[in-house]
DNA sequence: CTGCCCCTGTGACAAATGTCATCCGAAATC
DNA sequence: GATTTCGGATGACATTTGTCACAGGGGCAG
């Protein structure tokens, strides 16, 4: 038996999860949690041999939650399962030692067959996802620049996101006009829908 | 056997809720779709009991197909199943006809017996869902004003606006002036939020 | 040691955005 | 019939954003 943990967020999108692999014969869903900041305690508890990890997760993300395990349970495979296929997010989780990536797109009758593969120590990823992320290449962006626009998709104005990084407005405005020019966008607004899509935040 | 249409647009979830109510003995899954623009005529080969209805989907708006439901299929109970409590979507599900509203939030358990309440003529609904919908009250935004907000969250200039609308730009900032006041926000950035978030949009 | 890049900041300027007063016509309400 | 409400528009104005040039300091690679 395949023993998984599941780290999904919505309860209901998880107890089905756990439904269709329970038909599965070969495979156990020993763990189920709702946060990313409680995998590595249950996955220390219930020793796992696949962790299928959600990106968007309240706690901690799915992305940093790899790293982690890496350390913890190295014996132990994970496979992202997300809604996003952005560029970004399968470069970061290759990066930080994913053993696949799914996405919610796929049809479910994949899953049990990613499960089993990376069980079996092979790597499951869409190809042409991955063909996406390698001729994307990584994000023009600096850390700082980001980190900006980062806060500039829940920060209002100018002046709160300043505030909230102890830097001046003018500072501000800079790293938002180079992020701004770097991404090919006519707005703050347009360079973090680009930035988003391509996982870069 | 309760008869069951499946319209959700990913397809792992999808195949992860048939699988679900697979579990249970006296459900069936009869058809499933990932359009909201494929429901009506799925629905009326398969003949389901019971119709249930992610909100975000391609082609239609779950919300919107209630109400050709209603028209077309007036035996169907129709069950909303949304990752998002917005006041505003329970609103117009509960005034378009839906027999109840769930949350990808709820327990996996809860989908049965919602299902099995919704056919024998109950309306299901969260107590604390219900309460928020009713205290927020319907949105204060004009028909126009609602259109011009919901445009300036995926258009990044006025300018733009304005020509999809064929309005003048003044006409447009005064739009979005009003509504931001509406709104109590600050910005059309935080107006959309907060539109948004309340199922206004 | 010398570039080079990043972080931070200032000042000036142009463009976009938000606000306000005011206007018109049509439809609905009183 | 009078009043209100809404869609639509204009013009003037203040504020916010975005752009650009420039400058100092720190760190790192050659």
């Not at 999904?8 to 038909?23: F, H, N, P, S």
């Not at 209002?156 to 505030?163: F, P, R, Y």
Request: proline share 4%.
């Amino acid at each position: 038996m395949i023993r998984v943990l599941l780290a999904e967020d919505q309860a209901m999108v998880r107890g089905a999860l756990a439904a269709l692999l329970t038909l599965e014969g070969d495979i156990e869903v020993v763990a189920e949690v709702s946060r990313g900041d409680e995998v590595i305690a249950t996955a220390l508890k219930a020793q796992p041999d696949v962790v299928l990890l959600d990106i968007e997760m309240p706690g901690q993300s799915g992305l940093d939650v790899l790293t982690d395990l890496r350390a913890k349970l190295p014996n132990a495979r994970s496979l992202i399962l997300t809604t996003f296929g952005r560029p970004g997010y399968l470069r970061r989780a290759m990066e930080n030692g994913a053993a696949g990536f799914l996405l919610k797109d796929a049809p479910s009758r994949d899953l049990a067959v990613a499960i089993r593969r990376a069980n079996a120590g092979e790597r499951v990823v869409d190809p042409g996802l991955a063909a996406d992320a390698l001729s994307e290449g990584p994000s023009p962006l600096t850390d700082r620049e980001q980190e900006v626009l980062s806060l500039a998709r829940t920060t209002s104005t100018i002046a709160e996101i300043a505030d909230r990084l102890y830097l001046s407005e003018g500072t501000v405005r800079n790293y938002l006009s180079t992020a701004i020019h770097k991404l090919g966008a006519q707005n703050r607004l347009e360079a973090t829908r680009i930035a988003e899509q391509k996982g870069w935040l």
